[in-house]
């Protein structure tokens, strides 16, 4: 299968497995009408469709030693659910993440098969795989309770207003109250959430847990630690697209990076999906 992303306003391919990349690192526009193409054409089983659908088709498929599993995600929600019912049928680390909207006219889904979710299980032994996850925010301040009624919507921390609790760790750190990239909340295995204010309440992009660390990046920090993570000549790398609006300069890439809306880490033997992060797939030719 080959693997393909693209921009949002060049339009999905027909004949790969990709989605859509808010733009590709180190191009001269990134944000240009643009597709890329990569060097393999790896072996293994693509599903995509409904959440439902895609569970169903693997559950009809021969099994194989599949050595790894790419996760594309169509802007659905429910993206941690599904990654949790998807490794409880195959213990196989997975990478990937959220397919970029188009800023233009907002449409979504840009991913193969044009549904809720696109995977591939790859089985190709002329490869070696290495899945890659880092999180740039290193800095953890503590430990917190976080309450909420919806999984993606926080009701308080350690019993406060989320609003004004977050404002005041931001301001203790000279970030501005409307600055939800720099500081943010994370699970205990480091997966972050991006938070944002909408109608007044704050919400997460990625499901919420009772607990969870308070993380943040210095500004001066940002550059050196993606880059650090882009410069793997032979990993895709699928980057937050909110982590590319707090670049001072653009990065460079001898590898594929992207930057998507949304990303599937691994870690301790669970995928998750989460945001603010850098997820990767290194793939090494064994002949």
């Not at 301001?171 to 295995?189: I, P, V």
């Not at 790398?237 to 930057?259: D, N, S, W, Y």
Request: proline fraction near 3%.
């Amino acid at each position: 299968m080959k693997l393909e992303f693209f921009t949002p306003s060049y339009g999905v391919p027909s004949d790969s497995f990709g989605a859509a990349t808010f733009g590709f690192v180190g191009a001269e526009n990134e944000r240009a009408a643009a597709a890329i193409a990569l060097p393999y054409d790896l072996e293994g089983d693509a599903v995509c469709g409904t959440y439902e659908a895609c569970l169903a088709a693997i559950d009809q498929l021969p099994k194989k030693a599949w050595q790894v599993g790419i996760v594309l995600f169509g802007n659905a929600g429910g993206e941690n659910a599904f990654l949790r019912e998807l490794q409880s049928r195959l213990e196989i680390p997975f990478v990937g993440g959220g397919a970029a909207i188009c800023p233009e006219t907002g449409k979504g889904a840009l991913l193969t098969g044009g549904g809720q979710a696109a995977i591939l299980l790859v089985c190709d032994e002329r490869y070696g795989f290495e899945v890659l996850r880092e999180n740039i925010h290193h800095e953890i301040l503590g430990e917190h309770e976080v309450v909420f009624s919806d999984p993606r919507r926080i009701d308080s921390i350690d019993g406060n207003d989320p609003r004004v609790w977050l404002a005041e760790q931001k301001a203790k750190l000279g970030f501005s109250s409307d600055d939800f990239e720099h500081l943010t909340l994370s699970d205990l295995r480091g997966n972050n959430a991006h938070l944002l204010l909408v109608d007044g309440e704050i919400r997460s992009g990625r499901d919420l847990e009772r607990r969870m660390l308070l993380r943040y990046v210095p500004r001066d920090k940002v550059q050196e630690r993606m880059q650090a993570f882009y410069g793997d000549a032979d990993a895709v790398i699928f980057g937050c697209a909110g982590l590319r609006g707090i670049l001072p300069e653009k990065l460079h890439t001898r590898g594929v990076g992207l930057f998507l809306f949304g990303e599937v880490c691994y870690a301790d033997g669970q995928s998750e999906f989460a945001n603010l992060m850098l997820s990767g797939l290194r793939i090494k030719s064994r002949l």
